[in-house]
């Protein structure tokens, strides 16, 4: 059973930070920089949270208060360019890791991006092959909105223990380079994916993320996205001087699944923003 005994009473939130008790706290920072020049909009995921989710928190619950700092710092991982702007971390004491992986530093994850600092090397995709441009085209194009929710909190700060489900709707194809370089393609199936897991995070006295562990089956997500197992793979011949996201894509003048509906075409697919860990 989640732990309910240490939320705080509905209207009692005095000194809580913005960022635990508005999902969208960070996005209106403006003076922060931003890796597309202005806060992305993410109007559509918000929506789709509210559609589907399993869960409804009460306000300023334990469950809410962590599931808006966790929306609020993938925000700040995905479209803060730099470090100082993040506001939900202690920085000098953040580590993240992956199922008992290498704990991971805030700069490693803004240089690689959020998904290749989650994802492990497997047949379909590969984070060591990709970069952040691409990776991040990879699967918001593929899934414009990945919602995330909160299903249950089992401890309170300083160290919280949570059960979360992450999902969207595969709209179209899934195009990503492998471990053996290959890329590799699955057709759309216009269904739900949709991945849980465990997470123990550190937190301070202003509630910022120190250690955040976590704990799901990396694969479990690929065997939504081609259920039957049928993709297709062919060598990817690199192109000196051409970049990877347009060797992938090709000249795709379409934007599939960005967040902010207002970015060029160009800026899509320069970096086409992460999950929307909504």
């Not at 809580?16 to 920089?33: F, H, I, Q, R």
């Not at 360019?81 to 993040?86: A, E, R, T």
């Not at 216009?190 to 704990?215: C, F, H, M, N, P």
């Not at 297709?232 to 690199?238: A, R």
Request: charged residues 25%; negative net charge; contains cysteine.
């Amino acid at each position: 059973m989640a732990t309910t005994a240490v939320e705080p009473a509905p209207g009692e939130t005095p000194g809580l930070p913005d960022y635990v008790l508005d999902p969208n706290a960070t996005l209106k920072d403006n003076s922060s920089n931003w890796r597309h020049g202005r806060a992305p909009d993410y109007s559509r995921t918000r929506e789709v949270y509210e559609q589907t989710k399993t869960k409804s928190h009460e306000a300023a619950s334990l469950p809410n208060l962590v599931e808006n700092l966790v929306k609020n710092w993938e925000v700040e991982a995905s479209f803060k360019s730099d470090i100082s702007d993040w506001r939900t971390i202690d920085r000098p004491n953040y580590t993240f890791s992956v199922n008992g992986g290498p704990a991971q530093s805030a700069e490693h994850m803004l240089k690689v991006g959020t998904y290749n600092a989650i994802i492990t090397a497997n047949d379909y995709y590969s984070p060591e092959k990709s970069d952040f441009a691409s990776s991040h085209k990879t699967f918001k194009r593929m899934m414009p909105t990945f919602a995330w929710e909160v299903l249950e909190v089992y401890s309170g700060p300083p160290v919280v223990a949570f059960k979360w489900r992450h999902w969207g709707t595969m709209k179209n194809d899934y195009v990503g380079l492998n471990e053996k370089g290959e890329k590799v393609t699955a057709k759309a199936h216009g269904g739900l994916i949709e991945i849980q897991g465990i997470t123990v995070a550190k937190v301070d006295e202003k509630l910022r993320l120190q250690s955040v562990e976590t704990w799901f089956d990396p694969m479990e997500m690929f065997r939504q996205i081609a259920a039957n197992g049928t993709v297709n793979k062919t060598p990817l011949v690199h192109i000196p001087g051409k970049d990877l996201t347009s060797q992938l894509f090709g000249e795709e003048n379409e934007v599939h699944g960005v967040e902010d509906s207002n970015l060029s075409a160009a800026d899509a697919s320069a970096a086409c923003p992460f999950l929307s860990k909504d």
